[in-house]
């Protein structure tokens, strides 16, 4: 019972505090992974993949993965629930008072400092991201060649020919089965 709450405040303030979006949870999934312990980095890695290659927001998705690996079914409804609570809680009492301060200066000024702050944690998850997928864990800094090269010419074919992303994310799956990166 205890982990249920702790789960369900873990996400409560992910969600309240994950300004941008779901990469913006990924700095607040790291650090609850080294407080808590209830998934590892690979874990993290598995759910960005899972969360990216699945409908639905990525967010959602993340927690509802991460919840369901500490405590099965139930916690990744939890984790959700928790979540996505912030967000409601926050539209509606705002959705009620923004007409009237649309055009506050406060209200503009709050809108201005949370789009630099959604730029840095996406940011730094992406940075978090790129490091776990394109070095090798251990001792020093090794690149991991194959996934680098991988990533590159991914990427490159991305801007070329521009297909749908599924496309893309059935390539990446390929590659991983075959080459196993």
Known sequence: ????????????????FAVGGGLATL?????????TGWFTNQ??????AISESTPGAIGINMSTYAGYVTLGIGGGILATLALISPSVIIIVVISRGL???RDSKLVQG??????????GLIAAAGLGVARLA???????????????VFGVLLF??????????????????????LVGF
């Open 110 to 119: 709050i809108f201005k400092g949370l789009r630099p702050a959604s730029a």
């Open 134 to 148: 394109l070095l090798h864990a251990g001792e020093g800094i090794r690149f991991n060649i194959p996934a680098i």
């Open 156 to 177: 490159a074919c991305m801007k070329k020919w521009k297909l749908h992303v599924a496309v893309y994310i059935g390539c990446a799956a390929a590659a991983g089965i």
């Open 27 to 35: 700095p607040f999934l790291y650090e609850m992974s080294a407080r």
């Open 1 to 16: 019972m205890m982990t249920a709450i702790k789960l369900y405040l873990e996400f409560f303030f992910t969600g309240l």
């Open 99 to 101: 007409e009237r301060f």
């Open 43 to 48: 874990d993290i890695l598995n759910l960005i």
